[in-house]
Structure formats: structure tokens, C-alpha cells
């Protein structure tokens, strides 16, 4: 689980990229707005495995990770498509190529959650077989 928090912490890095690409976008929306929805996955995956005891058996974990990262997919390729449409200037003092770099390098946390959800998957398939066996 500790490899999970470090890689829940990488999709916030790639959330901080997507807020860089949504800030200029939507210059009339607050701040707080542009910000709660790329984070909002990361924050979940981010404070679930904190506590002694999962608050989720196996498979709803499972989901809720592969729902994260398919948000985080979803909200770069929505960022992708509204740049190349827009064209926006860069955010503040920050380059749109460091908001690219953030975003993809966030992407890289994708690595941890396939091999957490494989392991979880395994878990039920064995924990499965053991109460058909039984």
C-alpha cells in the first residue's frame, strides 16, 4: 500500500499539469473550480489505503482505481483537444510544455495502479477458488 500513496502522489503531479492546460481555457471559472476536478481522482486513490483496514473489499478498490485513471485519461485527452483547438497563451509564468511534462509524468503512476489492480484480481480469483473449494 505504500507504493500506492507514492503513486497516488504522481497523479497529483499530473493533476497540477492538467490545471496548467485548464487555467488559461477557462479563465472565467474560479480557481477552485479548475482545480477540485483534476484532483478529484487523485485525492480519492490518495486517502483510501491510509487507514488499518481497506474501507473497500477487493474488487470495489479495483474499480475505483481503474476509475481514477480513466478520469485522469479522460481530463488530458479533454485538455489535449481543448489546446489544439483554442490555442491559449501560457499560464502565469509556467510554459505549457512544463504542463505537458507534469501531466504525462503523472501518467507514469499509471504503472503502480495496473500492477496493484493485477494483484488485487489475483486476491479474488484465489479467495474465489477457496470458497468454491470449501
Known amino acids: 500500500m505504500g507504493q500506492l500513496n507514492i503513486a497516488s502522489s504522481g497523479l497529483l503531479v499530473g493533476a497540477m499539469g492538467q490545471e496548467f492546460f485548464g487555467g488559461p481555457l477557462f479563465p472565467r471559472l474560479p480557481a477552485g473550480m479548475v482545480m477540485a476536478t483534476p484532483f478529484l481522482p487523485?485525492?480519492?486513490?490518495?486517502?483510501?489505503?491510509?487507514?488499518?483496514?481497506?474501507?473497500?473489499i477487493p474488487r470495489p478498490f479495483r474499480y475505483c482505481l481503474?476509475?481514477?485513471?480513466?478520469?485522469?485519461?479522460?481530463?488530458t485527452l479533454l485538455?489535449?483537444?481543448?489546446?489544439?483547438?483554442?490555442?491559449?497563451?501560457?499560464?502565469?509564468?509556467?510554459?505549457?510544455?512544463w504542463a505537458f511534462?507534469?501531466?504525462?509524468?503523472?501518467?507514469?503512476?499509471?504503472?503502480?495502479?495496473?500492477?496493484?489492480?493485477?494483484?488485487?484480481h489475483r486476491y479474488e480469483a484465489t479467495s474465489n477458488a477457496r470458497q468454491t473449494r470449501a
Do not use: D, N
Not at 511534462?101 to 488485487?120: D, R
Open 42 to 56: 487523485g485525492l480519492i486513490v490518495f486517502f483510501i489505503p491510509f487507514g488499518r483496514e481497506s474501507p473497500f
Open 66 to 75: 481503474i476509475s481514477a485513471m480513466c478520469w485522469c485519461v479522460g481530463m
Open 79 to 97: 485538455a489535449e483537444a481543448l489546446f489544439l483547438m483554442v490555442q491559449p497563451a501560457s499560464y502565469g509564468h509556467i510554459s505549457l510544455r
Open 101 to 120: 511534462a507534469l501531466t504525462y509524468l503523472g501518467a507514469l503512476s499509471f504503472v503502480v495502479f495496473i500492477q496493484t489492480g493485477i494483484q488485487l
